[in-house]
């Protein structure tokens, strides 16, 4: 047996007519820039996120450098953020010329950990950017209050977390703004690159949606120097198609999620991610911690089995992050977390049997 760590294409054979059909639209409307389907599919997505607006954008990472421009933060200025995530997220930070300041991670969640924040906070810290790590939201309402008493935004790092919700709240509704990646593997992914900011700030919109188009406030007239972050029609037209099956989609992730953890069920040189009761986790990444991984990836993959690591160097120990000057055993739980995680398949269309095999692979090799 094959079980492959993505199967994009078995999400694609089921949904292939609305595909052809929604792509078609855009072509014979030749609405390839902007316009109006991307217009749609930002109506659509605030609802499913519960804010104001959506702003379409090219990428998640250009969503979160956006945000931070539109935001006003430069030079001179401080982010917290985790060291535990993808690195686009210190990246938008240290783009908009200001510097990441990272805090470690709670070892239950693997996201920030609220009770390391305020010992991180300087008169130059101006935002603080949670990443919802592998489908399940930090713990925000700890970390909004902190952020209420210093005066600082919180902007959600969403990336990964399209349908995860908080004590009933979605995310990317929380902070100032959230970020979103549509990046095809994510849970809601294009054919393609995309990204989105949601907010209710409508300032704070009317900004992002100049940023993302040259600074425009109409043709040709340029109030700010922007860039060209915006979304192209065919992605946004397959995006909403794609969000009406993405409340199933998730729902099948968590159904996939209880049956692996059932399977493995923790002890025996192995932890299970951990489900915190404050908010539905939808799984994006099915992440365990085992002690060898570096021995159990590769025979794993040995016997058909797709595995990854998210991620395998903490940004603080990444070459793009050295000038920070930070070193080993600053953040204990990220790093032994990084020398830890190994990601099982994860995807809606994952079978019964494959889930059953991938599991009785791994114990057999604990
Ligand atoms: C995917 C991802 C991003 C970046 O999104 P892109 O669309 O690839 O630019 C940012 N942060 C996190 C946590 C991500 O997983």
Same mark, same amino acid.
């Given at each position: 047996?094959?079980?492959?760590?993505?199967?994009?294409?078995?999400?694609? +054979?089921?949904?292939?007519?609305?595909?052809?059909?929604?792509?078609?639209?855009?072509?014979?409307?030749?609405?390839?820039?902007?316009?109006?389907?991307?217009?749609?599919?930002?109506? +659509?997505?605030?609802?499913?996120?519960?804010?104001?607006?959506?702003?379409?954008?090219?990428?998640?990472?250009?969503?979160?450098?956006?945000?931070?421009?539109?935001?006003?933060?430069?030079?001179?200025?401080?982010?917290?953020?985790?060291?535990?995530?993808?690195?686009?997220?210190?990246?938008?930070?240290?783009?908009?010329?200001?510097?990441?300041?990272?805090?470690?991670?709670?070892?239950?969640?693997?996201?920030?950990?609220?009770?390391?924040?305020?010992?991180?906070?300087?008169?130059?810290?101006?935002?603080?950017?949670?990443?919802?790590?592998?489908?399940?939201?930090?713990?925000?309402?700890?970390?909004?209050?902190?952020?209420?008493?210093?005066?600082?935004?919180?902007?959600?790092?969403?990336?990964?977390?399209?349908?995860?919700?908080?004590?009933?709240?979605?995310?990317?509704?929380?902070?100032?703004?959230?970020?979103?990646?549509?990046?095809?593997?994510?849970?809601?992914?294009?054919?393609?690159?995309?990204?989105?900011?949601?907010?209710?700030?409508?300032?704070?919109?009317?900004?992002?949606?100049?940023?993302?188009?040259?600074?425009?406030?109409?043709?040709?007239?340029?109030?700010?120097?922007?860039?060209?972050?915006?979304?192209?029609?065919?992605?946004?037209?397959?995006?909403?198609?794609?969000?009406?099956?993405?409340?199933?989609?998730?729902?099948?992730?968590?159904?996939?999620?209880?049956?692996?953890?059932?399977?493995?069920?923790?002890?025996?040189?192995?932890?299970?991610?951990?489900?915190?009761?404050?908010?539905?986790?939808?799984?994006?990444?099915?992440?365990?911690?085992?002690?060898?991984?570096?021995?159990?990836?590769?025979?794993?993959?040995?016997?058909?089995?797709?595995?990854?690591?998210?991620?395998?160097?903490?940004?603080?120990?990444?070459?793009?992050?050295?000038?920070?000057?930070?070193?080993?055993?600053?953040?204990?739980?990220?790093?032994?977390?990084?020398?830890?995680?190994?990601?099982?398949?994860?995807?809606?269309?994952?079978?019964?049997?494959?889930?059953?095999?991938?599991?009785?692979?791994?114990?057999?090799?604990?």
């Amino acid at each position: 047996m094959q079980v492959p760590f993505l199967n994009l294409k078995a999400q694609y +054979e089921s949904i292939k007519d609305e595909i052809a059909t929604a792509i078609q639209q855009v072509i014979e409307k030749t609405a390839f820039a902007g316009g109006p389907f991307v217009e749609q599919f930002e109506k +659509e997505f605030a609802a499913f996120c519960q804010t104001k607006y959506a702003i379409g954008v090219n990428c998640g990472t250009s969503a979160l450098w956006l945000t931070l421009l539109g935001l006003g933060i430069g030079q001179g200025d401080e982010v917290i953020t985790v060291p535990n995530t993808f690195i686009a997220t210190a990246e938008a930070i240290s783009f908009c010329g200001a510097k990441p300041v990272f805090i470690d991670i709670d070892e239950q969640t693997y996201n920030m950990n609220p009770a390391l924040l305020e010992q991180a906070i300087t008169p130059k810290t101006k935002a603080i950017i949670p990443v919802h790590l592998f489908g399940q939201t930090a713990d925000m309402d700890p970390i909004l209050s902190i952020a209420r008493t210093h005066r600082l935004v919180v902007v959600e790092d969403a990336c990964q977390a399209h349908g995860a919700t908080y004590n009933g709240k979605p995310a990317g509704s929380m902070g100032e703004a959230g970020c979103f990646s549509f990046y095809p593997g994510k849970n809601l992914g294009a054919y393609g690159e995309g990204g989105a900011v949601t907010t209710n700030n409508p300032e704070l919109a009317a900004k992002i949606k100049m940023l993302r188009d040259h600074g425009q406030s109409k043709k040709y007239h340029h109030d700010l120097i922007g860039w060209n972050a915006r979304l192209d029609g065919i992605q946004a037209a397959i995006l909403s198609v794609k969000l009406k099956h993405l409340h199933e989609w998730n729902e099948r992730r968590r159904q996939h999620a209880s049956a692996y953890s059932e399977a493995l069920s923790s002890g025996n040189g192995i932890i299970l991610p951990r489900e915190a009761a404050y908010g539905t986790h939808v799984y994006h990444i099915y992440a365990v911690r085992v002690t060898n991984r570096d021995q159990i990836l590769p025979a794993l993959m040995a016997k058909g089995i797709g595995c990854g690591i998210h991620y395998p160097v903490p940004l603080h120990l990444t070459q793009a992050y050295r000038h920070l000057e930070l070193g080993r055993n600053r953040f204990p739980v990220a790093e032994r977390c990084a020398d830890e995680f190994l990601s099982l398949p994860m995807f809606p269309e994952l079978a019964k049997d494959q889930i059953a095999f991938v599991a009785t692979e791994l114990k057999s090799l604990l």
